[in-house]
């Protein structure tokens, strides 16, 4: 079993920045594919970004391209997401998961087995 905890979340004003932290308990946690998901109000839950066992390869949804970085720390069991030149729309709940099948990387939330609680992000205009 794995235990997921994120933190960072916030209220910021539009073009400003925010990191998030998720750490993990448990099961060795660098054999985890990490990726993190957002889900906003009435809307279905959507892939942000993915990384791999050791942080060398990323992925990312083409709406936070270029704005969102997601790296991890395999000594700290923790993966975190820096976003910056934040927007109203990336306001949502944000959420780590954990897939432990991997090494591939995928953007589909049904191949996550862990997710943290959220934390919530909200962009002022």
């Known amino acids: 079993q794995v235990q997921l905890v994120e933190s960072g979340g916030g209220l910021v004003q539009a073009g400003g920045s925010l990191r998030l932290s998720c750490t993990a308990s448990g099961r060795s946690f660098s054999h985890y594919v990490m990726g993190w998901f957002r889900q906003a109000p009435g809307k279905e839950r959507e892939f942000v970004a993915t990384?791999?066992?050791?942080?060398?390869?990323?992925y990312y949804a083409d709406s936070v391209k270029g704005r969102f970085t997601i790296s991890r720390d395999n000594a700290k069991n923790t993966v975190y997401l820096q976003m910056n030149t934040l927007k109203p729309d990336d306001t949502a709940v944000y959420f780590c998961?954990?897939?432990?099948?991997?090494?591939?990387?995928?953007?589909?939330?049904?191949?996550?087995?862990?997710w943290g609680q959220g934390t919530q992000v909200t962009v002022s205009s």
């Open positions: 998961a954990a897939d432990y099948s991997g090494p591939q990387l995928t953007d589909s939330a049904a191949e996550y087995d862990y």
């Open positions: 990384i791999s066992w050791g942080g060398g390869s990323t």
